[in-house]
């Protein structure tokens, strides 16, 4: 019990709690700013945390990643428009909400139910962090391949009706994995002979480029055209009836189920829980055709199931050292630099801290319910704002937050390169995170499966019961959903469908 | 509307390419007299936060207070350190640039970049890092001598994990085998504590890293060090008998030390020499090195010139047929 009391009592450093009221409500805002995602906010804020010492750049960074899974519910709702990808799903039926004068209730009830997921997560990782990270010692070369192979189908199972252009953008980041030296003989590949590419892409300034620079040159672009939707303004009934919670009961415990899952398991976030969450409460409701058109279930389920991989997200990054989603693969970098060394040894090492990151994310789950319900109109407002000041704003946090990082021209090139990139993926209509992920995982599949190799040919991996059924259930996720469609071709039934986004 | 949006976003633009900008000012002085009369920049090859950054952040701390100025560390990462060392080599040779030196400084020649010793001026070494090799604490190898011959016994089996690809530490897996006569299979991984780790779990037979990282796990019982590559016993682990004592002559790890961009004026050298000394000296910069598991150590500049001449000269042997 020592280390859960220290770890809890570490945090009541009045630091500490500053530095998580700063996150909440950074978090809060870009959240609600559609483009800046929490992974880009994040990356950014550990240029300037690094100085702190762990706990309080820990507070800062955690919040939030808390906070804008909050915050991006807002534009999600109000002009359908996913603030961050993990709200994804909260478009389905939080904008067909607010467009039946339902925005009130739509987001009380989100920020509800992204409460009530964030806490179960937490929960998770309090309770299944230390167990996990002991089996993470079986965890060698050969069971991380299998671990990554597995992330890697699960992104390509639930990318919906978008299965190819999510392909290629997979593809393409395996692609971009493979620049930097040869992780085993170190042979350079596709370095150009540029000393700076020989680690490899540089990480931070190619996600800041895909995502924040793309985003902002493809709203320039597209500023004059197409009338943008107005934000709602006709809010209607705010908190939830007593029917309305009975309603939400059964998604909550679907969807916290759903994101728990997708949480642990590597480089998949609240984005794919989501989509996941929200089909899976889809499936089980009495009324599944609601869904899409306003489903109070739908929104709930939605976000508690993305919150949800927060917690996982973060047991999966502790317990085995390897990112559980984007953000957490940025946040990794900073805790090396802390000194922190996430893995099996941290709980060993230094276990009231896994506590004090629990208790940091609980108090800024409450923070974060409490700012939505009570602000949540204001919030609503910064919608308002002009949009060429916000683009000014970000581009020059895109390039200051680049630099810094490693004090690098270089960097901040290649982050323009990759905005151009994704602003070009992002005109065909090809998702910019499966290139992330596939730029993650790539280099983490082949380091792993190069080292198993090297250890003892393929029958390390033949050999390894943890290895072989990781990889089995990957074949069989890739196989059931073709094998599903071709089912029910054979034995029709009414079934709509995952709608996508039109964002 | 549209004209204003431009604008802004060039304003932006504009704005950032300054502050980048600023941050390469060079300062050059022409009278040495004065030396130190402005801020002194030290470049660290690595990121914030690691071994090599926080002793060159400490001992800065403590080299400002004999030279009155104040020093900014610089971390510039990259290319295995190659970025930062050429960044370091390419500036003015004035003594307001100063970088960390690595053992790096004498492999990444012969690993294909463009990392020359001869471009720097010494001032001396100030730690030192021991390479270990140590088994899973269930290993059935009790001794150096256990591993060395079942790596004779069947050649290339014996697994061996390092920190990296071309990393000292895999380079150090290389000399225990070609000193011993036998054959080991080095395996690098991302990083010195995924290399460890493998070993704790029984992935790999052994473990090729610094003591650091070796001498808590050892404490803890999850490893078993067979031997400290150091010329005497290390005080972090007085009961492990160094290679040379089992009969293995092979003293190699990673080390750190500080140099300026060749050419800079004698008087200059001759200040930052003394000021170097009296940090590396300090209570402060041992305890803090100390207590990060590696050994403070207080060369000067011109032994620290033979063994740097030494070292490039062993890791052409080693790694000469590589690049």
Known sequence: MSPLVEGFSALLDPTVLLCIAAGALLGMLVGAFPGVTATMTVALASGFTLSLDPLPGLAVLLTIYVSANFGDRVPAILVNTPGTPASIATTFDGYAMARQGRAGLALTSSAFASAWGTLVGVVLLMVAAIPLSRLALNFGPAEMFALVVFGLTMMIGVSGGKVLKGLVAGVLGLLLATVGRDPITGTPRFTFGLAELSDGIPFIAAIIGLFGIAEVMNQILTHRRGAASKPITDFGRWFPRRSDWRTMLKPMAIGSGVGGVVGVVPATGGDIAGILGWDQARRASRRPEEFGRGSLEGITAADTSSNATLGGSVTTTLALGLPGDSVMAVMIGSMVVWGIQPGPSLFANQPDLVYSIAGIMLVATVLALVVSVLRMRGVARLLELPQHFLWAVILVFCMVGTYAVNNSVFDVAVMLVFGLLGLFLRRFGIPPGPVVLGLILGSLAEGNLRRALEIGGVGTIATSPIAVALLVVSAVALAAPPLRSAWRRRHPREDRGTPTPTA | ?323
């Open chain 2, 1 to 323: 509307m549209r004209s204003t949006t431009f604008r802004l976003t060039a304003a932006a633009l504009a704005v950032t390419a300054l502050t980048a900008g600023c941050a390469d000012r060079g300062g050059v002085s022409e009278d040495t007299t004065d030396y130190p009369s402005q801020d002194i920049t030290l470049v660290v090859p690595y990121d914030a936060g690691g071994a090599s950054d926080l002793a060159a952040r400490t001992l800065a701390a403590e080299m400002e207070e004999s030279l009155g100025q104040s020093i900014i560390v610089e971390n510039r990462s990259g290319g295995a350190g190659s970025v930062g060392l050429q960044d370091l080599a390419g500036r003015a040779a004035d003594g307001y640039s100063i970088g960390y030196l690595p053992v790096e400084t004498v492999m990444l020649g012969y690993q294909g970049y463009d990392v020359d010793p001869a471009d720097y001026d010494l001032v001396g070494q100030m730690v030192s890092v021991p390479a270990t090799i140590a088994v899973p604490a269930d290993s059935p190898h009790e001794t150096l001598d256990d591993l060395v011959k079942a790596a004779k016994e069947d050649p290339d089996s014996v697994t061996v994990s390092n920190s990296g690809a071309g990393s000292i530490w895999e380079a150090a897996t290389r000399e225990l085998g070609a000193t011993a006569d036998a054959e080991f299979r080095p395996v690098p991984f991302d990083g010195g504590a995924p290399a460890v780790t493998a070993a704790v779990g029984e992935q790999v037979d052994a473990v090729v890293a610094g003591i650091s990282e070796t001498a808590p796990a050892h404490e803890e019982g999850q490893l078993r060090v067979l031997a400290v590559f150091d010329s005497e016993p290390s005080e972090a682990l007085p009961d492990v008998e160094t290679a040379g004592e089992q009969g293995v002559d092979v003293v190699i790890g990673g080390w750190g030390g500080i140099g300026a961009p060749a050419g800079v004026p004698e008087e200059v050298l001759d200040k930052l020499e003394e000021a170097f000394s009296a940090a590396a000296e300090s209570e402060e910069f041992r305890t803090i090195i100390s207590d990060s598991g590696n050994i403070p150590v207080n060369v000067p500049a011109g032994e620290f010139a033979e063994f740097v001449e030494s070292e490039h000269a062993r890791f052409e042997q080693l790694l000469g047929d590589e690049g």
